[in-house]
Structures are given as structure tokens and as C-alpha cells.
């Protein structure tokens, strides 16, 4: 919807009135259903097909309106004004975070073509790696003190978890990285790291995308790419923050210091 809105050359803030305004009052028009899906049928539901037209719609509406934007800033058809082309990146970005919540359900699901398009989203953001991040440091160690490292700690403000969470998520992924591919005894090479580090191959084709615009569309659609990527991360980092702040595993065997502990769920 936001995409009709900005090709039509329609007020973007009406894409933002859309999706903040219109759609939570429709939402609170709606009645209200508490009850959840009986265990027995939840693996049928979960495998029926109609989730995935959302899903799917959202994926290729935002890169419809990525591909937009990048090419009318690039050419100086849109974002002539500097308020003007802030609010085209803001609002860009703004939208392009919420399409990686639909891709982080994608890379969730069967078959591995469903995980590829639900990668597509990170590397638009020029954060491939993050759904290694994810999957499996994030998901396995989820309000861990020490070993999930997107935790939010205890009175940390906000600005200070945006500023480091990426840079310390590509250093954790990294290492992660490095240690499965010394359980698989692959030989320490610069070819070898070329050819089977996944985080490695991942910058390769972040640059090789930057390279690309550049080629297309100049140095403009560069600094684009590059100021978009950096606020999608912060809008991401930004959500992480409120749903993860103050949340930790509960320890069920504090009483006996020289077991490995063992944790039930999350808990504030």
C-alpha cells in the first residue's frame, strides 16, 4: 500500500497515516479473539498456505518501493528537497524494517526456497549475516545473560544498545562461524575462508551490490544504499530493544552451583 502511494507520487505520509492511523482503528474495530489454536491441529495450521500470501505480498511491495526509491534519488526524480528526501529515506527505512519481520517468518519455514527469499531482506539491509545471527545464536541462547548477545541489560538505554548491537552481532557471528567450520576440520586457507565462510561470502556480496549501484546509478545511489541499510539496522535494533528488555532464562537448579544449569523460559 505504501508502494501505490509513493509510485503514484501521493503524499508519503500517507503511507505512514496508512499503516499507524488507518489500520490500528480498523484493527480495534475487529473483535477481539483470545483463544489460540488446539495442539492437535496447530501443525496443520501452520502449514497452510494462505500465511504465506502476506507474507510474500509484503517481501515484494517494500523491494517494488526499495527499487523505487533508490532509482528516483539516484536520478533526482524524488527527494529534490533535503526534507523531501528525508522523509523518502526515513519513511523507506521505516517500511523496509517491518518487511524483515516477514522475511525472518520466511527463513523459518519449508522448503529452503522459502528461506531464501526470507534472506532477501538482510541483504538489502547489507546485514546478510544476520540471519545466522539469529537462528543460531539468538534463538538458541534468548535471554541468556551472557551468551545471547542481542539481550538488552537491565537499565542499558536505548541509544547505547543501537549503537553497538550490530557491530558486536557481526563479532559474535563471525566466531560462530570460524568454530563451525573448525568442527567440520576445514583447513585455515585464505581460499578456504573465501569459499566457505558463509559471513565472508555474505560482505562479498554486499560489495559486489554496492558496486553494482554505483555502476547503474552513480554515487548517489551508493550513499543511499548505505544510509538506508544503517537505518533499517537501527529500526531492527530499536524493536529488538522493547521486545527483549529485561527478559532472562530462569535457572531451575540455583541450588546446586556445580551442575550445568539448566533453564526453563523467559521471564521479566
Not at 503514484?8 to 496508512?18: C, H, S, T
Not at 538482510?122 to 546485514?127: D, E, G, H, P, T
Amino acid at each position: 500500500m505504501a508502494a501505490i502511494v509513493i509510485y503514484f507520487e501521493m503524499n508519503f505520509f500517507l503511507a505512514i497515516w496508512i499503516s499507524y492511523a488507518l489500520m490500528p482503528f480498523i484493527d480495534s474495530l475487529m473483535p477481539l479473539d483470545n483463544s489460540n489454536v488446539k495442539k492437535e491441529a496447530q501443525r496443520k495450521f501452520e502449514k497452510d498456505p494462505r500465511f504465506k500470501i502476506p507474507l510474500y505480498s509484503v517481501l515484494f511491495m517494500d523491494f517494488a518501493l526499495y527499487f523505487y526509491l533508490l532509482i528516483g534519488i539516484s536520478t533526482g526524480k524524488i527527494g529534490k528537497t533535503p526534507v523531501d528526501l528525508l522523509i523518502h529515506v526515513v519513511g523507506g527505512a521505516l517500511l523496509g524494517s517491518v518487511n524483515t519481520t516477514c522475511g525472518h517468518e520466511l527463513f523459518h519455514k519449508r522448503p529452503l526456497v522459502h528461506k531464501m527469499f526470507g534472506i532477501l531482506p538482510w541483504f538489502k539491509m547489507l546485514s546478510g549475516h544476520l540471519y545466522m545471527y539469529h537462528l543460531q545464536l539468538h534463538h538458541k541462547y534468548a535471554g541468556h545473560p551472557v551468551l545471547d548477545p542481542s539481550l538488552p541489560h537491565l537499565n542499558q538505554s536505548l541509544y547505547s544498545y543501537c549503537s553497538y548491537n550490530s557491530i558486536k552481532a557481526y563479532i559474535v557471528t563471525y566466531k560462530y562461524e570460524e568454530k563451525r567450520l573448525a568442527k567440520k576440520k576445514v583447513q585455515y586457507s585464505p581460499f578456504n575462508i573465501l569459499a566457505y565462510n558463509r559471513v565472508i561470502l555474505f560482505n562479498i556480496i554486499h560489495v559486489l551490490m554496492l558496486a553494482v549501484i554505483y555502476m547503474f546509478l552513480g554515487w548517489k545511489g551508493v550513499v543511499f544504499q548505505v544510509v538506508y541499510a544503517w537505518m533499517v539496522v537501527m529500526f531492527v535494533d530499536s524493536t529488538n530493544y522493547v521486545e527483549h528488555y529485561g527478559l532472562k532464562l530462569k535457572q531451575l537448579n540455583k541450588d546446586k552451583p556445580k551442575e550445568e544449569p539448566i533453564y526453563e523460559s523467559m521471564s521479566r
